[in-house]
């Protein structure tokens, strides 16, 4: 379920963009790349968008280590816009309603067939929040090499039980949206499926966006959310070829 802490927006933070905007399947896409990449990641944003600025410098960073990394524009032009009126949450329901990750799910797969098409065979995905619930579905077919869950919201155990890619499972400890009692249960599926690769941790002092949304202006959230993009590094490192 969402709850405050997925309709808060991270701090304002200022990246100068090495990649470019263009076409890719049904969506406008961020993209960068660096050298020459053998393998592909899409990055699924959470409900602020393809453009968070945060998002973009991850994207920039995957690609200078090695990947061609895309982040589609899922939602259109339309992310979430917190309310004014002093509950920015007031809103959600409204948006969210013409925003569901189900909804998506057919797109994601042309994105991959794109990459495809472009050459790169060995795909991975990361989905941050609401791009979870989108990540998760491709993770329960065959057109993924490796999966990231960071943080996810409306992902459930039922999904967990369905996945059939390699995924790692990056959860909060403090966290509305995935509370440590459901990141265990997944945690617990996934032990119980010994034949599927998997990572799933609950990281102490944590909050939910924590990978994407920290506060750069922070040492403490600036070395967590690195700790976190490190383990996404290393688990396409293992998986994506």
Known sequence: MAG?????????AEHCCVGKEETCGPFLAYITSHHTPTAAVV??????????????????????????VIVPDFF????????????????F?????????LDSVEGAK???ECLHEKGFSSVGAVGFCWGAKLAV????????KAAVLAHPSFVTVEDIQDVKTPIAILAAEIDTSTPPALAQKFIDTLK????????????????????????????????NAEEA?????????????
């Open 4 to 12: 405050p802490q997925c309709c808060t927006p991270g701090p304002g």
């Open 137 to 144: 579905q491709l993770a329960k077919g065959d057109c993924l």
């Open 93 to 101: 329901g409204d948006w969210f309603k013409n925003h569901q990750a």
């Open 43 to 68: 990055l699924v944003n959470d409900i602020f968008g393809f453009d968070a600025p945060l998002l973009r410098k991850l994207a920039d960073k995957m690609a200078y280590a090695g990947y061609y």
């Open 110 to 112: 042309q994105v991959v």
């Open 192 to 223: 119980s499926k010994p034949e599927l690769e998997s990572f799933a941790h609950i990281y102490p002092g944590v909050a939910h966006g924590w990978t994407c949304r920290y506060n750069p202006d922070d040492p403490n959230e600036v070395a």
């Open 229 to 241: 993009h490190s383990k996404m590094l290393e688990w396409f490192g293992k998986f994506l070829q």
């Open 76 to 91: 259109n032009k339309d992310p979430f816009v917190p309310s004014n009126t002093g509950n920015p949450f007031a809103n």
